[in-house]
């Protein structure tokens, strides 16, 4: 029986664990447009995706 491994940031009290992605991501840009924040990092095309 294989146990499905989940990464959870948030704590569940107001606060987030760090990495709040699991995985490798490189060259994070983090843009913001007014109140939202997105987050883009380097990886292979096709496509960009946005987090």
């Given at each position: 029986?294989?146990?499905?491994?989940?990464?959870?940031?948030?704590?569940?009290?107001?606060?987030?664990?760090?990495?709040?992605?699991?995985?490798?991501?490189?060259?994070?840009?983090?843009?913001?447009?007014?109140?939202?924040?997105?987050?883009?990092?380097?990886?292979?095309p096709?496509?960009?995706?946005?987090?």
């Amino acid at each position: 029986m294989f146990q499905e491994l989940v990464h959870k940031a948030d704590l569940g009290n107001g606060y987030c664990q760090n990495p709040v992605l699991d995985g490798d991501y490189a060259d994070p840009a983090v843009f913001r447009d007014g109140d939202t924040y997105y987050l883009t990092v380097s990886q292979n095309p096709p496509g960009l995706r946005i987090y």
